[in-house]
């Protein structure tokens, strides 16, 4: 048979940010975060013995290959993926793993943290193994920050692994506390009608703009430190505003987080976003880019029924414009039928080339 995992990717509507170390562990942070109906995939699937372990991204268009999972190189294109295989496939094992997804790179959307998800998830019903979904996620984030040595919080996992509104609390000294936000349904339809996310084309690098904050945390009479309080405070705030029902509240909350977000440091800001917020005016009443910044994907919260008109705006300014819509599954996973041969030596024929290519 032939494992198959979807996980969704998330948006952090406030106090991302204070899910990484140092502020995490020095002060405590909050994260407010919504899995989206966006998906990240992964297929695996067991090789006969002496196969070797393939690799491969449709998205990337990039593939490895090795004997077995102690031989795959330590870097690359899919050291992301390497990771996770190095770390559950048992020694002599053989497998070939596919992933795709529905974001582009850059997005500012956790989709890293969602592929690592969805690749346990699918790796571990390929060999048995059963993990509660915030276990899921603490063992992705850990082959992120502590194999791979990625900087960043743990948000992204939590995220695709939990899927809904959650609010994440970071404890001083280490340990975090996930729980869902409890909303009313009328709250979930209006979020869903009156949202939408814009990607402008933007990409981000968040491991650069990671560096970045944590140089400057460091520094004195620096912003940073000022703006991961707000950052947390915000979160405190949306969270009581999602569950009264309290809209306005989350849209202030909403705009506020998005400019800490910015006070966090100048590779943080978008002038790209900047731009649509401007040219939206009152058809929005907030708006936050995602992810750690300086592009990627913004979530606007327009007026109630105007948005058709930002829609229409934000399509103008030559940007794209998805629909927002929860995804309250979070990760999941099932048997499919097993690839062919054929289907199976096609994979191989496609790695081969990407290595051809270099």
Known sequence: MRAFARAPVRVDPAGGGTDAPPFCVDHGGKVVNFGVKRHVFAR????????????YSRDLRAGVRARNSESLPAEGRLELLQGFVKKLLPPGESLLLVTSSEVPPGSGLGGSGAVGVAVVAALDRLLGVQRSKDDTAA???????????????????????????????????????????????ETVRRLEEDSLLVFTGAAHVSGSIHDDIRRSYHEDGSKTLEAMFTLRDEAERMTRALETGALDGYARALGASCRALYDLHESCDSTEHRRVFKELGELALAG??????????????ARPGCRQECLARVMELGAEAWPFEFDFDGVKSSEEGAWSEAEVEEYRRLIEGCEAQG
């Open 44 to 55: 695996a699937q067991r090789l006969d013995p002496g196969a070797g372990v393939l690799i």
């Open 139 to 185: 063992v992705a984030n850990e082959v992120e920050r502590m194999d791979l040595g990625y900087p960043g919080g743990s948000q992204d996992s939590y995220g695709a692994a939990r899927g809904g509104l959650n609010l994440l609390e970071y404890h001083p000294g280490g340990g975090m506390t996930p729980r869902a936000i409890e909303v009313a349904e």
């Open 288 to 301: 936050k880019t995602c992810g750690a910044g300086g592009g990627g994907f913004l979530l606007l919260y």
